[in-house]
């Protein structure tokens, strides 16, 4: 069991670094966070995978005033996204017509949607900035959804200041990203092993990075 929740969370957080890569090159925009990261990235001239890396394992010192405890996805998750991210672009090539790019933002958020539930799914630990959300949630009595959009529109705010990239891509990927890694999740959860009762619980909450 722990083999396959090792493989599946690896797996998984290989295709959310090439979903980025993705959403990149189609160039019509993306997430709050990878607004964000692209903005930062410019103006540093750091690839945008060491971007994810660094802001990753800052997020994560967020964690420690909130009483959060990493495990090893938040770990995998902190270093393996921004390094699949630098590979997916080294290997994907920029569309410059809009047929090509619809294309292109609809794969990747069909493969982010598909990577987000393998690595939720394999329950070892949420991302770095999912972590931050929940945490922010519990110690502030926040619900998720508020503190998930306070920080959202806080880094898109600062991303597209930077010179982040907002488009229609940013408003699909908010619509869809949720419906998607929701019909998908049950497929690739892991269960917990069967209680006295015989039950299995699953863990399906969403979350993304």
Same mark, same amino acid.
């Given at each position: 069991?722990?083999?396959?929740?090792?493989?599946?969370?690896?797996?998984?957080?290989?295709?959310?670094? &090439?979903?980025?890569?993705?959403?990149?090159?189609?160039?019509?925009?993306?997430?709050?966070?990878?607004?964000?990261?692209?903005?930062?990235?410019? =103006?540093?001239?750091?690839?945008?995978?060491?971007? &994810?890396? &660094?802001?990753?394992?800052?997020v994560l010192l967020l964690w420690i005033p909130l009483r959060?405890?990493?495990?090893?996805?938040?770990?995998?998750?902190?270093?393996?996204?921004?390094?699949?991210?630098?590979? @997916?672009?080294?290997?994907?090539?920029?569309?410059?017509?809009?047929?090509?790019?619809?294309?292109?933002?609809?794969?990747?958020?069909?493969?982010?949607?598909?990577?987000?539930?393998?690595?939720?799914?394999?329950?070892?630990?949420?991302?770095?900035?999912?972590?931050?959300?929940?945490?922010?949630? #519990? #110690?502030?009595?926040?619900? &998720?959804?508020?503190?998930?959009?306070?920080?959202?529109?806080v880094v898109l705010a600062v991303g597209w200041l930077l @010179?982040?990239?907002?488009?229609?891509?940013?408003?699909?990927?908010?619509?869809?990203?949720?419906?998607?890694?929701?019909?998908?999740?049950?497929?690739?959860?892991?269960?917990? =092993?069967?209680?006295?009762?015989? =039950?299995?619980?699953?863990?399906?909450?969403?979350?993304?990075t």
């Open positions: 069991m722990m083999t396959r929740r090792i493989t599946q969370l690896l797996i998984g957080l290989a295709m959310y670094g &090439v979903s980025l890569a993705m959403f990149i090159r189609a160039g019509l925009g993306l997430d709050p966070w990878d607004v964000f990261h692209q903005g930062l990235a410019g =103006k540093l001239g750091w690839s945008i995978g060491t971007v &994810v890396v &660094v802001v990753s394992f800052l959060q405890m990493p495990g090893f996805g938040t770990l995998a998750n902190a270093v393996l996204v921004g390094v699949f991210a630098d590979i @997916g672009l080294a290997l994907i090539p920029a569309f410059s017509h809009m047929g090509g790019q619809i294309a292109m933002l609809a794969g990747a958020v069909v493969l982010n949607g598909i990577a987000s539930a393998c690595y939720i799914g394999a329950r070892l630990g949420p991302g770095a900035r999912d972590g931050l959300m929940t945490g922010l949630a #519990r #110690r502030t009595g926040w619900s &998720v959804r508020l503190s998930r959009t306070l920080i959202e529109v @010179g982040g990239s907002v488009g229609i891509g940013t408003v699909v990927y908010a619509l869809a990203i949720g419906p998607t890694v929701q019909l998908l999740l049950p497929l690739f959860t892991v269960p917990e =092993k069967a209680s006295r009762s015989s =039950k299995e619980t699953v863990v399906t909450e969403p979350a993304g």
